[in-house]
């Protein structure tokens, strides 16, 4: 997205590491400015005095794509600065992946994926308990009156009570082991992780 203030075109591209689902990190968005009809990546600064709000441009350097290697530095430290109203203010940061509100948002979808086997399960109770709930409703209690008079469903209802009870005391389940694989597979996607976040690093510095 390009956003113009004034005499600054500011150009706000989406990291690829930002994901929606399956987040892996909350990384900042890619923000550039336009000099002399080209791109160069800046850092931003957001500052409030009284009620006036600022956006200060600071280190615009032109990087290679490929290496992440500075080929141009246009000035260290402050390059410009603009005045700005409240709602792009708040814009901004939220385009750049640093507002309080993209916390928030990672945070959430970060507990669902992580729980997503627990929510899982819980779909798979929940929806056959509304099912039940509906056919007897609707058709004057014929699964109650099913199990009332068979003796193996009954049976079955009475093994997973007991099985519930012990497990209060007693968890048990079955699980699927981690093998050499699942560990090589953890490392693999641990150590992506990291280049990721030097890769990151490097296009953002000296």
């Known amino acids: 997205m390009i956003l113009k203030f004034k005499d600054v075109k500011l150009k706000i591209t989406k990291n690829g590491n930002n994901r929606f689902w399956k987040p892996i990190g909350k990384f900042w968005n890619i923000t550039q400015i336009k000099i002399n009809g080209e791109w160069y990546n800046c850092t931003l600064r957001f500052i409030k005095i009284d009620k006036k709000y600022y956006i200060q441009f600071h280190h615009p350097i032109k990087v290679e794509k490929k290496t992440n290697l500075v080929k141009e530095i246009i000035c260290e430290g402050l390059y410009k600065e603009v005045e700005t109203s409240l709602f792009k203010y708040n814009l901004v940061q939220y385009l750049e992946n640093?507002?309080?509100?993209?916390?928030?948002s990672y945070d959430i979808r970060k507990s669902i994926f992580d729980r997503r086997r627990m929510l899982l399960i819980f779909s798979l109770a929940l929806i056959p308990s509304f099912l039940f709930y509906l056919i007897n409703a609707n058709y004057d209690n014929i699964i109650i009156h099913l199990i009332a008079e068979n003796t193996y469903v009954q049976t079955f209802f009475f093994f997973l009570?007991?099985?519930?009870?012990?497990?209060?005391f007693h968890p048990f389940s079955i699980r699927k082991e981690i093998g050499k694989e699942d560990i090589k597979e953890i490392a693999k996607e641990t150590m992506e992780e990291e280049k990721r976040n030097e890769d990151i690093k490097r296009s953002a510095s000296f």
């Open 98 to 104: 640093t507002h309080y509100i993209n916390s928030i």
């Open 161 to 168: 009570t007991i099985s519930g009870f012990i497990s209060i």
